[in-house]
């Protein structure tokens, strides 16, 4: 057994010390950002607040955090190093000098360095799956708010019929290794990632179709690049051999895309049930606009206040959503060192040893908490334009 | 009113309908049943038993067949035993006939548990029991408090409590049940030994303070920041209202203005936010039971995904999708009722 520990003053140095290319990341974009706040529109506006300020800067650590992990991390999140088993924190490791901050798991692994290799999974999948569920969301609401009738009826049925499912069933029914072996969750892939491509192709058909040589590069983009990503992401075929996802992976940003979706929807449908009444949407429609340049040039922009406040508290919900499946064991890897998972090991050894479970705590709500002080802040300067 | 009562009620058969259709068509995929007659054998047993003990249950019949069955619509046939030639019921502890006969939902026959060995109306119902009396604390905690907390704040808009209790309920917002759980549990558990940390024997012995306190706590929390929230904002709203301006200038003290003019007029939207908290607080009692150990209909849930339960499965979503669908009308009329500007359009 390791005795040697440092002590609590000591541990508290040397975690801040280790964070230092985040300090330093927050220190030139929080100063440039200030500095330039006037000129940075709906962002510069956060700096006038003190929740503002808070939430971004709690957002941007952790981003920094996601991006210099290798090197704020001592340890690989899955190396065990047997001696250290339920180890104190602030133990030093024998032979090597280095120091198991915040102890370790039952698992002998590092904690610290797991909790800071789990804000990468967090990191990379909340904000990428809200932004597929907005697109989706946006791409069916917007004519559902807009023509209304049959349409409407329909996509509010089947929005509310997700809407019913409780979260945590849909997930035991979609998330399990079983449903990976049938193939249903690349089925749902294949749908849900269609739609930025569709999404994207409309967006600038309606609006460069007088223009064919600059609407033609565009397409070109477009369907090259999103048919590449479409590839490799929803049939594992890139021929590049460069994307690719695992199944599980795939499987929980499916779960998670079809869960928010009809969210979305419910909001986009809101919107453009408002704002299509506005004059200058019935001076579009006179001019002669087709439906799509309407809804997505005259409509979608100015829904764009609620969307972003939106889009914030939903980058949190989704974290929560993964921390739920993490605390479940559903879909990702029993060794995964993401915080759900983590939260979960630790949960059921809270008898013994509370050390292991309240990093990953910590950070999964400050990392909501700093979500959700954005997007309060973000409304309140909506509010006051 | 009438009318549109049963507009939503037939909206809602029609919803149940397609989502048992769709759970029916997840738990019945391949690997699923495999899954269920591995469990209900061994781990080791050959495919070729595997596959017969699934023909001899009736889990190799047509899809739409199984589903008229569990349904009611569609006769369900016995086993039969191959050696003797003679009907055999299925399930030997769910006591079903060994004749022809419909037994389903319309039947109110929830099937048969394979994992408890009993029938789901036994097992299901005392469960929701369990969790009715937590959800009930839970409200009784939960209501008062967001509501006293979002009035407090919104009372005087942009003051020091205003802004203390708005950022105190954007925390509370931040932390889904199995953090606070966590930080309950270590605080009043592991540190002071106020509290139990499992809330097993809640259901054998009784309530007491002692171990069920984390688990109303833990829950609470999370819907207090939010109801809060939107209390808040009603409150906001009424506050600027040209009546309460009257009333100020007429010399009424703030507090009465509060409590007698503003309260009824900010309580209607709160009412609607607790409604629809219903469906979130469905995950929450799937957590929250299964951190504490509480034999609730969480629990139960949990326990049949994990063990591929088919009928008990079948029976609590259809419980959470009533709860959800009946809470959306509750809060629909209730609206309505509570607000006289809605009822006469």
Same mark, same amino acid.
């Given at each position: 057994m390791p005795t040697e520990t440092i002590g609590a003053l000591a541990i508290i140095i040397g975690v801040i010390g280790r964070f230092w290319p985040v300090w330093i990341a927050l220190a030139i974009v929080l100063t440039l950002s200030f500095t330039f706040r006037g000129r940075l529109g709906l962002y510069g506006q956060l700096f006038e607040s003190g929740v503002g300020v808070a939430g971004v800067t709690i957002c941007f650590f952790w981003l920094f955090t996601a991006m210099f992990a290798h090197v704020i !991390?001592?340890? /690989?999140?899955?190396?065990?190093? !047997?001696?250290?088993? /339920?180890?104190?924190?602030?133990t030093v490791v024998p032979d090597q000098g280095l120091v198991y901050y915040f102890g370790g798991d039952k698992l002998a692994r590092d904690v610290f360095s797991r909790m800071i290799f789990g804000s990468r999974i967090v990191l990379i999948i909340a904000p990428a799956a809200t932004a597929f569920a907005l697109m989706v969301g946006t791409t069916l609401g917007l004519p559902a708010g807009y023509y209304g009738g049959k349409i409407d009826a329909l996509l509010s049925f089947l929005a509310n019929l997700v809407l019913a499912f409780p979260v945590i069933l849909l997930f035991y029914l979609l998330v399990t290794p079983g449903i990976v072996e049938t193939g249903l969750p690349h089925w749902i892939a294949r749908v849900f990632f269609i739609v930025p491509i569709i999404f994207f192709g409309t967006l600038f058909f309606t609006r460069y179709k007088n223009r064919p040589q600059l609407l033609a590069v565009q397409m070109a983009l477009i369907v090259i690049l999103g048919g590449w990503v479409y590839l490799g992401l929803a049939?594992? !075929? $890139?021929p590049l051999g460069i994307i690719s996802i695992d199944p599980n992976q795939l499987n929980i940003f499916v779960a998670v895309v079809f869960a928010s979706s009809p969210g979305v929807f419910r909001i986009v449908r809101g919107l453009t049930m408002d704002i299509k009444t506005r004059d200058y949407v019935a001076a579009a429609q006179t001019r002669g606009e087709s439906p799509w340049y309407i809804m997505l040039w005259e409509i979608l922009p100015n829904a764009r206040g609620p969307l972003i406040v939106d889009a914030c508290l939903r980058i949190g919900y989704t974290t929560i959503l993964l921390g739920t499946l993490g605390y479940f064991g559903?879909?990702? !890897?029993?060794?995964?060192? $993401?915080w759900g998972t983590a939260i979960k090991d630790a949960s059921r050894l809270l008898r013994s040893f509370i050390h292991p479970a309240l990093p990953p705590v910590v950070a999964l709500m400050t990392f909501v908490l700093g979500l959700n002080l954005l997007a309060d802040a973000l409304r309140e300067q909506s509010l006051k334009d | 009113m009438l009318a549109f009562i049963f507009r939503r009620l037939s909206t809602m058969l029609l919803t149940m309908l397609c989502l048992t259709l769709i759970v029916f068509y997840m738990i019945n995929l391949e690997p699923n049943l495999k899954k269920l007659a591995i469990s209900q054998l061994d781990m080791r047993t050959p495919a070729e038993q595997l596959e017969s003990w699934l023909e001899k249950n009736g889990y190799r019949q047509n899809f739409f067949v199984r589903y008229g069955q569990w349904l009611g619509v569609v006769q369900k046939q016995p086993a039969i035993d191959?050696?003797?030639?003679n009907a055999v019921p299925r399930f030997r502890y769910c006591n079903e006939p060994t004749e022809p006969h419909y037994g389903g939902i319309l039947q109110g026959d929830f099937g048969c548990s394979t994992k408890f060995k009993v029938p789901v109306a036994q097992k299901l119902f005392p469960a929701l029991g369990s969790t009715g009396i937590l959800m009930f604390w839970v409200m009784a905690t939960m209501v008062p408090i967001s509501l006293l907390i979002g009035i407090l704040a919104g009372m005087r808009e942009g003051s020091r409590t205003d802004r203390t209790l708005s950022v105190a309920s954007i925390t509370t917002t931040a932390t889904p049940e199995y953090v606070s759980g966590v930080i309950f549990s270590v605080i009043f558990a592991s540190w002071l030994g106020w509290l139990n940390g499992s809330a097993a024997s809640a259901t054998n012995q009784g309530i007491t303070f002692y171990n069920f306190t984390l688990p109303v706590m833990t829950m609470a929390i999370y819907g207090i920041g939010y109801i809060a929230r939107m209390t808040r904002a009603s409150m906001v709203e009424v506050m600027t209202q040209q009546y309460i301006r009257t009333a100020r200038l007429k010399g009424l003290s703030f507090g009465s203005v509060v409590v007698k003019h503003a309260l009824r007029n900010a309580l209607i939207a709160p009412f609607t936010v607790i409604m629809l908290q219903f469906p979130w607080l469905l995950t929450g009692v799937v957590i929250v039971e299964t951190m504490f150990r509480y034999q609730g209909f969480g629990f139960t849930l949990v326990e049949a995904a994990g063990n591929n339960d088919i009928d008990l499965l079948l029976g609590c979503s259809l419980v959470s999708v009533f709860v959800v669908l009946f809470t959306q009308l509750i809060s629909d009329i209730g609206y309505a009722y509570l607000n006289p500007r809605i009822r006469v359009q």
């Open positions: !991390a001592p340890f /690989d999140p899955l190396t065990q190093v !047997a001696v250290m088993k /339920d180890a104190m924190p602030g049939f594992d !075929a $890139d559903l879909g990702l !890897a029993p060794e995964s060192p $993401d | 191959p050696a003797t030639g």
